[in-house]
């Protein structure tokens, strides 16, 4: 059975996660519009779920984002909806199969 602390952990890292996609998303959803291309540096959802997280932060800058003074910005000649739809994919692919997992690791420990 899985601690308190390890379903905390699993649970941010989600969030983590599904921010990243939800942002990938809007720009999927929205491509010509800069609101959803310009990520705040001071933004501490952002901060907390994203920038301190240097493996995800590494994934932000490879879907094309830049650092431009005080944000990350997503430039028009950088910008590829394929790369967004996968990487988008790919996470919810992960989480669901994260959650599979926990689901029979769970079930196997109440038996």
């Known amino acids: 059975m899985l601690a308190q602390s390890q379903i905390k952990e699993i649970s941010k890292v989600k969030e983590s996660l599904n921010l990243i996609i939800k942002i990938c998303n809007n720009i999927i959803n929205n491509p010509n519009n800069d609101k959803f291309r310009v990520l705040n540096l001071k933004n501490q959802i952002l901060e907390k779920n994203i920038f301190q997280i240097e493996s995800l932060l590494i994934l932000v800058f490879y879907i094309g984002f830049n650092e431009q003074n005080e944000c990350l910005k997503l430039y028009d000649e950088l ?3 394929s790369i967004l739809r996968e990487t988008s994919n790919l996470i919810t692919q992960k989480i669901f199969e994260l959650d599979n ?6 079930k196997k420990h109440k038996i």
């Open 79 to 81: 910008l590829d909806v």
């Open 101 to 106: 997992s926990l689901e029979e690791r769970e």
